[in-house]
């Protein structure tokens, strides 16, 4: 698949995506989603991609769902050859941007989201799976969508109260304001802002730091755990999960590795790959994106 409304680009093991509709202020559209699916494919099936950068070009990150449909925007029905008839939930056909939030969520790779712009609607709830969120200080945030007529989607209603508490989460989509990166910042929605010419430096130099000192394998099965994590039934339940993947990756290469070169005082070369080596124990989330557990 060639990109046209994104940019996928790869530099010492960072894999970068960039939403690319800035005359648009990078408003989501179906082809845009499909890409954004195929982009996450892409960052898994290489090894050499070790963490994901997700950013907007221009001033914007994503002012969310193009409403360029008017009033019909977001009727299905009128809509319906966006889905090909087949891309449909229990007979309702599928929300979009909840597609892509699952894709996201069943990351094999790190993902930390640069926001540099506003980021409204989709453009904040496909932010939500991303594992670490900074933002510009000139960002703008909303769930804007009880003042559009419709409800949080993308999984938000799982996501959002995970991520911030059922109380601010609440505050946030019944009000469906538009709030500055500090009120996002001090709620948790995002860990650090930056100055715009900061955002995408702070951001890779965390990708690197995974990079550079990390074990594929073992940042992927952390990964899998925190998130399914999220919703296991006890301690108990993460404890099962916890003692399966001890016992398949401490007897393994990276583990070998990473004692040693600790012992030795020197960085560790890792040696497994996400492609080959991710142990049966990590939690199972479906393959497809589309398909539900």
Avoid at 20 to 32: E, Q, S
Avoid at 103 to 118: D, E, M, Q, Y
Wanted: glycine share 10%; with cysteine.
């Amino acid at each position: 698949m060639s990109f046209t409304e994104i940019e996928y680009g790869v530099a010492d093991g960072v894999a970068t995506v960039t939403l690319n509709r800035p005359h648009r202020l990078n408003a989501f559209t179906y082809a845009m989603r499909g890409e954004l699916i195929e982009a996450f494919d892409r960052a898994d099936a290489d090894d050499e991609v070790r963490a994901v950068v997700v950013t907007g070009a221009g001033r914007a990150f994503c002012a969310g769902a193009d409403l360029g449909g008017g009033g019909d925007t977001f009727n299905h029905h009128r809509t319906e050859e966006m889905y090909g008839g087949e891309d449909t939930v229990d007979g309702s056909p599928r929300d979009g941007g909840g597609t892509v939030a699952l894709r996201i969520a069943r990351s094999l790779k790190p993902v930390i989201g640069a926001i540099n712009g506003p980021a409204v609607g989709v453009g904040v709830t496909m932010t939500l799976p991303m594992d670490i969120r900074l933002a510009s200080d000139t960002a703008r945030f909303g769930f804007v969508f009880a003042r559009r007529g419709i409800v949080t989607e993308a999984a938000s209603s799982w996501f959002l109260p995970r991520i911030v508490g059922i109380a601010q989460a609440m505050e946030w989509a019944a009000t469906g304001r538009v709030f500055p990166a500090s009120e996002a910042l001090e709620g948790r929605l995002v860990s650090k802002v930056h100055a715009p010419d900061e955002l995408l430096p702070a951001a890779y130099a965390l990708a690197r730091e995974i990079a550079d000192t990390t074990s594929a394998v073992s940042v992927a099965a952390i990964r899998r755990l925190m998130w399914s994590g999220l919703s296991a039934a006890s301690p108990w339940e993460a404890h099962r999960a916890d003692s399966h993947l001890m016992n398949a990756l401490g007897a393994a290469p990276d583990a070998a590795e990473g004692v040693t070169a600790f012992l030795e005082k020197r960085p560790a070369k890792f040696p497994m790959k996400v492609s080959e080596d991710l142990p049966d124990a990590i939690p199972s989330w479906p393959a497809n994106p589309y398909e539900l557990p």
